[in-house]
């Protein structure tokens, strides 16, 4: 699977997909990335992305042409027989989760990510590319960078073999989220913090039943 960014802020991306499992599942070609400069594609002398919106209003918002130019830059063989999704991270999107992580899997070759900054995105790039917004939570943050690496996150998982075996995938596991480990008893500020006695009795039947709960 191929995931395509787009972004003023290449190195926010390469310094999350450069390591850990990402890298790990890059470098066994399991999934594969490209980062594209927004910037590298304004026909401004400044290379300029961003102008006034129509109708007033505080802030800016990133114009149609440097983002379109950057789409037709991805490097995408075959396009025409490849099943491409573009993706706005928006605040205002359908909720992302585990299940439409899984669908894209399924249903897409390619994500492109178009991570939007200032005010947001023309409109028109939504209508032109047929993108989809999605969010990442009830809440908004600066850019749409962090968003499009926690749905890449969590899509990549969902892939075989990028997390080595199926049942590393913690959400198909029974399990109700608390794990431990030793030492059995760890001892802060004179009080004894204990691991629970089932998990340390060997009654595999009764640890099943406590994860589950």
Same mark, same amino acid.
């Given at each position: ?12 991306? +390469? ?10 599942? $890059? ?9 594209? &400069? /927004? ?6 002398? +400044? ?13 800016? !918002? ?5 983002? /379109? ?8 063989? &075959?396009?025409?027989?490849?099943? /491409? ?26 994500? !492109? ?14 209508? /032109? ?10 809440? $908004? ?30 959400? &198909? ?7 431990? $480990? ?5 001892? +802060? ?13 060997? &009654? +595999? ?9």
């Amino acid at each position: 699977m191929r995931f395509h960014f787009l972004t003023i802020f290449p190195e926010m991306i +390469h310094s999350y997909i450069n390591e850990s499992i990402l890298k790990k599942a $890059t470098e066994k070609k399991l999934l594969s990335f490209s980062v594209l &400069n /927004i910037r590298d594609y304004s026909k401004d002398k +400044h290379r300029k992305v961003d102008d006034r919106p129509y109708g007033g209003g505080p802030g800016m !918002v990133m114009t149609v042409q440097p983002i /379109i130019e950057a789409v037709r830059g991805l490097r995408i063989e &075959n396009r025409k027989n490849r099943k /491409i999704k573009y993706i706005l991270p928006s605040p205002r999107g359908k909720m992302f989760t585990n299940i439409v992580a899984k669908k894209f899997t399924k249903s897409y070759s390619d994500i !492109v990510f178009i991570c939007g900054r200032y005010e947001g995105i023309d409109g028109r790039v939504n209508k /032109i590319l047929k993108a989809e917004e999605y969010s990442v939570g009830d809440y $908004t943050v600066t850019g749409g960078e962090l968003p499009a690496l926690t749905m890449t996150d969590a899509i990549a998982r969902q892939i075989p073999d990028v997390l080595g075996k199926a049942e590393s995938v913690e959400e &198909n596991r029974i399990t109700n989220g608390v794990s431990f $480990t030793r030492p059995e008893i760890f001892v +802060h500020k004179g009080k004894k913090y204990k691991v629970p006695k089932v998990l340390v009795e060997g &009654n +595999h039947k009764k640890i099943e039943e406590w994860r589950g709960k």
